[in-house]
T-cell receptor, first 116, second 116 residues
């Protein structure tokens, strides 16, 4: 059974700092990995999606990398801002087809606080 | 609409009552998913629809839970005889397709259910 772990559970940084959020998964047979952001009381917003054949994706100040063989992904946030404060979740989808193939397995998230 | 729309946004119900939660996916999205997020827990997959059919119901926690989708669009999640452990945020999501280009998943803001 796939397990996704995110460390740390919470992170507090001063504004302007670059930071890295970590995600690890136990089964490397994934189809893709997505990073999401969740603001308090809100749903999830997709930030970046990395297909299993890709190594990284970039969007603005965000860069996500994927090392499928080692079961790791990182989300790099450059020049952090108070508006980046949120919970960041990673999720993987399995590579097989059939029952269960469309289920995302989520980590429990990293709660980020960027201090002005 | 521009995004995934869910209603009600908040629902307080008495133990033993039935509730219906509605999801209106992004127009043209054939894939629709329901997830549950309990306090302190990660997101838990409930059910996946492709068009009007549900090839994967494996996440429904008991036979008190059911879901349908009509016209390849709106979906309803029904919980019968609600229990206090059903209290959670129920998140709906949709994507153009479950695999391949366009499989980025977009979430609604959730229906917050409290059973008292």
């Amino acid at each position: 059974k796939q397990e996704v772990t995110q460390i740390p559970a919470a992170l507090s940084v001063p504004e302007g700092e670059n930071l890295v959020l970590n995600c690890s998964f136990t089964d490397s047979a994934i189809y893709n990995l997505q990073w999401f952001r969740q603001d308090p009381g809100k749903g999830l917003t997709s930030l970046l999606l990395i297909q299993s054949s890709q190594r990284e994706q970039t969007s603005g100040r965000l860069n996500a990398s994927l090392d499928k063989s080692s079961g790791r992904s990182t989300l790099y946030i450059a020049a952090s801002q108070p508006g980046d404060s949120a919970t960041y979740l990673c999720a993987v989808s399995p590579s097989y087809s059939g029952a269960g193939s469309y289920q995302l397995t989520f980590g429990k998230g990293t709660k980020l606080s960027v201090i002005p | 609409g521009a995004g995934v729309s869910q209603s009600p946004s908040n629902k307080v119900t008495e133990k033993g009552k039935d509730v219906e939660l509605r999801c209106d996916p992004i127009s043209g999205h054939t894939a629709l998913y329901w997830y549950r997020q309990s306090l302190g827990q990660g997101l838990e997959f409930l059910i996946y629809f492709q068009g009007n059919s549900a090839p994967d119901k494996s996440g429904l926690p008991s036979d008190r839970f059911s879901a349908e989708r009509t016209g390849g669009s709106v979906s309803t999640l029904t919980i019968q005889r609600t229990q206090q452990e059903d209290s959670a945020v129920y998140l709906c999501a949709s994507s153009l397709a479950p695999r391949g280009p366009g499989n980025t998943i977009y979430f609604g803001e959730g229906s917050w259910l409290t059973v008292v």
